[in-house]
Each structure stands twice: as C-alpha cells, then as structure tokens.
C-alpha cells in the first residue's frame, strides 16, 4: 500500500488524510498512517504544512516501464526481452542472478536495495526514488574474449552516456570506479556464472538526485548528477539510455574486445601517469599507473624496474 500512497503524493502536492483514503479506499486511518510510516522508513522525506496533510519535500519521478521502454531506440525495444522495475529489493544483482530462467537481455531496476553491493564486497547506498539501481543480464555460449575486459568495456559506456547528458570531469578509477572531482558518482558490480555457457549479470550504480546522507553512512566523499549538472535529469530517460548503450556494448564486445573502448578509456583514465598505490590481499604495492593491456584490460603498474599487470577483482586502488 505504501507504493500506491508514494505514487499519489510523488507530484509534490498537499495531499489532506481524508482526500487519501478515499481515493486508495483504505478502510481506516491507521492503514494510511502504516503507509507512511513504511515511506518515512525508507527515507522518503515529508514537508506537512498542517495536521493531516501529506507533502514530500519535492517532487519525486518514480521509474516506470513504459516510459524506459518509449525512450528505447526501436532496435533495442525489439531486442530487450524482460524489463522488470520493483520498489525494494535486496540487490539487483542478487535478485537477477537468482531467476532461473535464461530469458536475456533481461533489465530490471528497484527503486532502492536493502542489500546493495559494489566491488570487494562494499555497500552500495542510495535513498529511495534518488538514483539508479540497475542490473542487465546477457548470457554467451561462448566468449572468447576477456571478461575484464568487457567490465573495462561496460565502465567505459556508462561514462560515455554521462558525457551525452551533459555531465563533464566524469572519469575512470579503475577498474570501474566512476569519479567526478574525486568524488564517487556510480560504479559498477560484474558478476558471472558458468554452467552450459557463461551468464553475466552487470549491476549498475549512479547517484542522480540524493537528499542529504550523513558522513556516518557513507565514509567517502560523493556527489549526484543533479550537483553536478545543475538542474534535474529524468530517470526513466537515463535508465533508457544506459541500457540502450549497454544492450550495444554487449554485442560488439565478443566480436571486437577492447578495440572499440581503449581511445575513450585513456581519455577518461584519472590515474594515468599518476603514483598510485594498490592493496592486494594482505600485500601493499606502489608505483606509476600506466594505463591498461589493450587485451584483457588489466592495470600496467610500474613498480621500480619491472612493469607488473593486476587484474580486476584482485586489487583495489587507491588515488
């Protein structure tokens, strides 16, 4: 219930309790007010002017299927075969890779995650309704190219669809890390699993319009689209957008490799050239980044004399 009093009260209107259990037909008071209660519990922030009343704060576009869809080039609507959009999961991810069935492309997105995770086993925090929270789903036979490479190739694409919104100093922390004034805007969760072929799920993560966090929740420094751009940009457009170019980036990836994303990965490389320093398990490693092997896309470090590669999954990285 709660979703469908979010849905009434997302235009950012005063909303009185009266006008809302007729038209939701609740039975009592008490139902509207655990509706509520369950928004406030999930973040959602309320301005109330007077007793029973309702108000958010803003306005809040929530995601909605046919708006992604309408937004799809006709190639890519003909191609994608599930579209699948949930108020809260624990992990998209999770979710995804749990579904048994091998129906691909499959895209599914959640207003927010209980669960959600990013590299090395890190959470990933994003309010409800303020960003994107989205995982695709492709399956190969085969593969025979690297897959670093394709998380290498998928990290470059959504930078890339950052650029076409307009979003500038937008770079690359490797291996998926997106930065924008050393500040975290998105990253990226690719996850694989073989049984007759290879099925990869890749979770996509991207701060677009998030209410005030406190330090305690999320240690390191972050910003959203909205700062960054400077006015709103839709969500359902985005999310169109996203899977429009990594629905593409899927299929030329196998044919080609990294060919056709190594220009734009030395462009938006933030640690070329830089000293950098690297954890790998209990091991510390220092030393000059120098971009990445064109082939699997693993970090070419220059440690003293030796020039060393590093793959992802393996270390972390720290500017």
């Known amino acids: 219930m709660y979703y469908q009093v979010l849905r009434i009260l997302a235009d950012g209107q005063i909303h009185s309790a ?13 139902e509207l007010e655990l509706a509520i209660s369950t928004l406030f519990d999930l973040g959602i922030k309320f301005y109330s002017p007077r007793a029973d009343t309702y108000q958010l704060i803003s306005t809040l576009e929530l995601l909605d299927r046919s708006c992604i869809l ?16 949930h108020s809260v999961l624990d992990s998209t991810n999770q979710y995804v890779l749990a579904q048994q069935h091998q129906v691909v492309p499959y895209v599914c997105l959640a207003e927010y995650q209980t669960a959600g995770r990013g590299r090395q086993g890190r959470q990933w925090i994003s ?42 100093e937008v770079g690359l922390k490797w291996p998926n890390d997106i930065l ?30 998030s209410p005030p966090i406190s330090k305690n929740t999320i240690t390191q420094p972050w910003v959203d689209l909205y700062t960054i751009l400077g006015q709103p940009i839709s969500r359902n457009v985005l999310a169109a957008m996203l899977i429009d170019h990594c629905l593409q980036t899927l299929i030329i990836y196998p044919q080609v490799g990294l060919t056709a994303f190594l220009d734009d990965w030395h462009n938006f490389d933030l ?21 990445i092997d064109d082939e699997e896309g693993s970090l070419l470090l ?9 793959v992802c999954g393996e270390v972390s990285l720290r500017l």
């Open 127 to 168: 309010p409800y309704g303020s960003g994107l929270c989205l995982s695709i789903k492709q399956y190969y036979e085969t593969i025979n190219k690297s897959l670093t490479g394709l998380n290498i190739a998928l990290a470059v694409t959504v930078v890339r669809v950052l650029s076409l919104i307009g979003a500038t």
């Open 302 to 310: 220059q440690v003293g004399n030796e020039k060393r590669r590093f």
């Open 18 to 30: 009266k006008q809302l259990i007729n038209q939701l037909a609740l039975s009592s008071i008490a």
């Open 271 to 291: 640690s070329y050239g830089q000293t950098v320093t690297l954890s790998k398990q209990a091991e510390v490693i220092t030393g000059t980044a120098w971009g």
């Open 70 to 85: 309408a937004a799809l080039p006709v190639n890519n609507q003909q191609r994608l075969a599930l579209l699948e959009i």
């Open 180 to 209: 924008w004034r050393g500040h975290k805007l998105a990253g990226l969760l690719l996850e694989t699993r073989y049984k007759k072929g290879c099925e990869i799920v890749i979770g996509i993560g991207i701060n677009v319009k």
